[in-house]
Nanobody, 122 residues
Framework: QVQLVESGGGLVQPGGSLSLTCEAI????????MAWFRQVPGKERELVAR???????DYADSVRGRFTISTDNAQKTWYLQMNSLKPEDTAVYYC????????????????WGQGTQVSVSS
């Protein structure tokens, strides 16, 4: 079984910084399409940042220039560095990835982290 474990959420004042971590645990052959999403009650879940299978990076317009997505050397852990945080960034943040558990096409599935709360307020 594969599990995505998130950490790093918390309360921060406007203008502050937080770093989120997502670690993939279990029998993993390959991880592709690593991403971060966020959701506010009553609103749709939105893509914040992602690393594509081609190793390009996409950001939502609302976070571009303030947030940075990155991965470790083994590419089983990825991060979201959040700077210059605004109250509008308050949300539950979810990590996401497409993961192969074996060297076959049929082993691919999409996985989600449990969510971590980020609150930005003075």
């Amino acid at each position: 079984q594969v599990q995505l474990v998130e950490s790093g959420g918390g309360l921060v004042q406007p203008g502050g910084s937080l770093s989120l971590t997502c670690e993939a645990i279990g029998s993993i052959f390959r991880i592709i399409g690593m991403a971060w999403f966020r959701q506010v009650p009553g609103k749709e879940r939105e893509l914040v940042a992602r690393i594509t299978s081609g190793n390009s990076i996409d950001y939502a317009d609302s976070v571009r220039g303030r947030f940075t997505i990155s991965t470790d050397n083994a590419q089983k852990t990825w991060y979201l560095q959040m700077n210059s945080l605004k109250p509008e960034d308050t949300a539950v943040y979810y990590c996401n990835a497409h993961i192969f558990t074996a060297s076959t096409w049929s082993s691919e599935d999409e996985y989600w982290g449990q969510g971590t709360q980020v609150s930005v307020s003075s």
